[in-house]
């Protein structure tokens, strides 16, 4: 179906950015062409990204700018409605969840952070 599509790697941040369960970096995305906020983390060493959108109702998650980790640093949370979501699949794992977040490829590349493209998930400037 998407057979010509060719996912290319979109230079994000600096790896020493994302800290193991700390602030986020935010980042825009063209998502089924609607532009969306997208956000990458780190949790247990390693670099995960998703659409900033909640699967119970489709809003932002930050409870503060670039903040999605609950107070132990194992969930991701939305502030909205107290949806809970695995940090390193974006699966439900509890409160009012609708299946999981949308989850972004990313890579970690001699100190730099990417996130890829998709056949339905673009740059912006696309």
């Excluded at 193991?20 to 089924?32: E, K, L, M, Q």
């Excluded at 939305?78 to 609708?98: D, K, L, N, Q, V």
Aim: net charge negative.
């Amino acid at each position: 179906m998407h057979a010509d599509f060719e996912s290319r790697p979109i230079p994000l941040c600096n790896a020493q950015d994302l800290v193991n369960s700390g602030d986020a970096v935010p980042f825009d995305v063209v998502y089924c062409g609607q532009t969306c906020y997208a956000f990458a983390i780190r949790y247990a060493n390693q670099v995960h990204a998703y659409l900033n959108r909640c699967s119970h109702v489709p809003m932002e998650m930050d409870y503060q700018p670039n903040r999605f980790f609950d107070l132990t640093g194992h969930y991701l949370i939305c502030a909205t409605h107290g949806a809970m979501y695995s940090p390193s699949t974006g699966a439900c794992r509890g409160g009012p969840c609708r299946g999981g977040l949308v989850k972004i490829a990313v890579s970690e590349e001699d100190g730099v952070v990417h996130w890829h493209t998709a056949y339905n998930l673009k740059p912006v400037d696309f």
